[in-house]
C-alpha cells in the first residue's frame, strides 16, 4: 500500500469529510488538509488553535463567518472544470469559523502552524492571478489563491492547476525540500486530485535523489497525494483534463523550486 496517496471518503451525510490528513496521520509537518462536503444548509464549523486555514470554495456556493465578519454567497462554480478561479476565504490562528452550505458544496480547508495572528481575508474569484505555463505538452493553467507574492498568510501557499489532454504537469520534475534559500526552499505540499470525465486517472511519481522515497501512483478522481520531499511530475493520459489543489508550507513562506538535473535539458531544448 502507497504512504502517499490517500483515497476518499465517500460516505453520504449532510456533512462529509471526504479527507482528513494531519501532521498525526501523515508525514508532514507543516500541512494538514481536509475536503469536505456539504448538503444545502449544512454547517462545518472549527476552533483553529495554532493553525492558519484558507477555505476554499472549490465548488458550489457557501457563507462563512469567523464570527466577527461573515462573507455570504461566495464560490464561483458548478464544476471545477469551467476553470474560472474561485472564492476562499484566509482564518489565521487563535480565532474560529463556521461553514454554511447555500448550496451542494465542496470546500478544501488548507491548513499550516500558525503562531502571529493576521486578518481575517476574503479572496474572491477576480484577485486570483491566472496564469499559463509550459509549452508543447509541458502546458498549464494556473489559479494563485495564496501566493508567496500575498502577504495574507503566514506560512500557507494554496494554488490551482489544470493540465489538458496528454500533457505533464509539475514537469520538468522539480522539488522544494531543502532550506537553502535563495537557491531552494523547504514546502512540503498535497495534491487533490479531479479528473474529467471523472472515471480518468493520472499517473503521479514522488521521488528523491537518494530514492529514500520513490513511489508511482495511478492517481483517480477525488485522491490526494502526499508530497513530504521530493520531485513529484503529474501525467495526463491523452483524452482527460486534470485539476488538482496545491497546498504547501514550510519554514520559510517562499516557492523556490529546483529542477531536477537529469530532465532539466528539456527546458533549454525549447528555449
Not at 144 to 164: C, G, W
Request: proline content about 6%; some cysteine; charged content about 25%.
Amino acid at each position: 500500500m502507497s504512504k502517499l496517496l490517500r483515497k476518499p471518503n465517500k460516505a453520504e451525510q449532510d456533512v462529509t469529510v471526504v479527507h482528513d490528513i494531519q501532521t498525526e496521520n501523515s508525514s508532514l509537518e507543516y500541512v494538514e488538509f481536509k475536503m469536505i462536503d456539504l448538503k444545502p444548509g449544512g454547517t462545518y464549523s472549527e476552533q483553529l488553535g495554532k493553525k492558519e486555514c484558507c477555505i476554499v470554495a472549490v465548488t458550489g456556493k457557501i457563507n462563512v463567518t469567523d464570527h466577527d465578519q461573515t462573507f455570504e454567497n461566495i464560490g464561483t462554480r458548478e464544476t471545477v472544470f469551467e476553470q474560472i478561479p474561485t472564492d476562499s476565504v484566509y482564518v489565521s490562528n487563535d480565532r474560529g469559523f463556521e461553514i454554511e452550505a447555500v448550496s451542494q458544496a465542496r470546500v478544501a480547508l488548507c491548513y499550516s502552524p500558525s503562531e502571529n495572528q493576521l486578518p481575517t481575508k476574503l479572496i474572491k474569484a477576480s484577485e486570483n492571478g491566472i496564469e499559463l505555463r509550459g509549452v508543447e505538452n509541458n502546458k498549464r493553467l494556473v489559479h494563485n489563491i495564496l501566493p508567496d507574492s500575498d502577504p495574507s498568510a503566514n506560512r500557507l501557499l494554496v494554488v490551482e492547476v489544470f493540465t489538458e489532454s496528454g500533457n505533464w504537469s509539475s514537469y520538468p520534475p522539480h522539488k522544494h525540500d531543502q532550506d537553502n534559500l535563495p537557491n531552494e526552499s523547504f514546502l512540503e505540499e498535497t495534491y487533490y486530485h479531479e479528473m474529467n470525465p471523472n472515471q480518468g486517472f493520472v499517473f503521479q511519481r514522488v521521488y528523491t535523489d537518494d530514492r529514500s522515497i520513490d513511489e508511482t501512483m495511478t492517481v483517480d478522481h477525488g485522491d490526494v497525494v502526499i508530497v513530504p520531499a521530493g520531485y513529484h511530475p503529474v501525467g495526463v493520459p491523452d483524452g482527460y483534463t486534470s485539476y488538482y489543489l496545491n497546498v504547501m508550507a514550510g519554514p520559510k513562506r517562499i516557492w523556490k523550486f529546483h529542477n531536477d538535473p537529469d530532465h532539466e535539458w528539456i527546458l533549454k531544448s525549447r528555449q
